[in-house]
């Protein structure tokens, strides 16, 4: 039975409050909290606490609940671990790590190992510990109107040039354990060169953390990937994510992988660009498609939807469809331009993309090979092969 000093108090919020104190001095005492409160928690994991994050909290701002939540999310990744969640409400957050590189733009919110990161709470005081449903007749979480964003505008309000280069970033310490779900990244500029020039909504190298119900919009990178740029990642899930006017000076508009392995359910990659490859640009990588939309993306030399270079592609066998239309290409392929690569897929539509050469829909140079099974062309246009123009085939 708890003491009656703990009786009155709500048992996560006392736990949570313990915990976060021990934090601060990070844990060097757990074995003694675990040896303390293991009678009054019963079966509670005292190792994963759940930290509260709204921008206009007003309370003590320790990150106990929605009235003392963090004020920004920097704070609750600084003593976040494994196990842990952070809580997000609705709200504009920008990155403000310290970082001993003089470089002010360097400030990026990183991911941690094991921590489950959502968005998209109304923050209501009282609903701590909701994940869902409603609470006074309200929605305790609902990313779509209630929108948390992530901004790398860090400097002059509405300058691109002194924007954070990455907002989120991921290295090969994460793992499969760690989600963002619910976010909305946007205003990222990578142009610092070296691995500044990739990534500007995301930085991923060699992570494979779970990205889920995200939005990436307005991010630029002058190398590749404007919205998510990925290297060496080989376990990496996506699912119902939406890149949307991002852009890529060379390669990868929406997004660019470089030798990794996502896995894509539910994508949604609408009007970006890049000079190869505007909304996705692959390179030595194998890639799982599960239903979605490429649309409306521009490429001003190969590849308006896809440009796949030494990849393979499979769009996996189920209804869950996937749209390629109304991508655009300068030169050759408008929805899918492949360079030694090998396209495998099912229940897959182009629909009125077009190229000013060859392969309105699908491009395969002599190198490539495309493999197709209730695969739809309609309204696609090119000089050459207005539906798919292969090297080695005769173009339809």
């Avoid at 104190?21 to 060097?28: G, I, L, M, P, V």
């Avoid at 205003?187 to 889920?212: C, I, Q």
């Avoid at 994510?241 to 392995?261: D, F, P, R, Y």
Wanted: with cysteine; proline share 2%.
């Amino acid at each position: 039975m708890l003491s009656p000093i703990f009786k009155f108090i709500p048992i996560n919020l006392w736990v949570n409050s313990l915990k976060i104190y021990f934090s601060t001095k990070r844990r060097k005492s757990l074995g003694y909290i675990i040896f303390l409160v293991y009678g009054l928690a019963w079966s509670q994991n005292l190792l994963a606490m759940t930290l509260y994050v709204k921008s206009n909290a007003v309370g003590e701002n320790n990150g106990f609940s929605w009235q003392d939540a963090f004020l920004d999310l920097q704070s609750a990744l600084m003593i976040a671990q494994i196990g842990d969640q952070i809580w997000v409400a609705q709200g504009i957050y920008t990155p403000s790590q310290p970082n001993d590189t003089g470089d002010p733009r360097d400030v990026t919110f990183k991911l941690i190992d094991g921590v489950k990161i959502y968005g998209g709470f109304a923050g209501i005081i009282g609903s701590e510990g909701l994940f869902s449903g409603l609470f006074q007749e309200q929605l305790v979480r609902d990313p779509n109107n209630y929108e948390t964003i992530l901004s790398g505008d860090i400097g002059i309000s509405g300058s691109d040039i002194d924007n954070s280069y990455h907002v989120v970033t991921s290295n090969d310490t994460i793992t499969s354990s760690t989600l963002l779900d619910g976010f909305t990244m946007t205003t990222g500029y990578a142009n610092g060169g070296n691995n500044k020039d990739f990534g500007g909504g995301l930085y991923n190298s060699g992570g494979n953390p779970r990205l889920e119900n995200l939005i990436f919009k307005n991010n630029v990178a002058t190398n590749c990937g404007g919205g998510i740029y990925n290297l060496n990642s080989t376990d990496l899930v996506l699912k119902a994510v939406k890149l949307t006017h991002n852009k890529a000076i060379q390669t990868g508009g929406g997004m660019c992988n470089e030798n990794s392995s996502p896995q894509l359910s539910a994508i949604m990659i609408i009007s970006n660009s890049a000079t190869d490859g505007g909304g996705i640009y692959n390179n030595n990588s194998i890639l799982v498609l599960n239903g979605g939309y490429v649309k409306e993306n521009q490429a001003s030399n190969n590849g308006g939807g896809f440009y796949n270079q030494d990849t393979t592609l499979t769009v996996t066998d189920n209804p869950n469809k996937v749209i390629i239309q109304s991508n655009q290409a300068s030169l050759n392929g408008g929805g899918i331009y492949n360079n030694n690569s090998i396209l495998t897929i099912s229940y897959f539509s182009f629909e009125g993309n077009s190229a000013a050469g060859s392969g309105g829909g699908l491009y395969d140079d002599m190198t490539s090979r495309s493999s197709m099974h209730h695969t739809f062309f309609t309204g696609n246009q090119a000089n050459n092969g207005g539906g798919w123009y292969g090297e080695n085939l005769n173009a339809i």
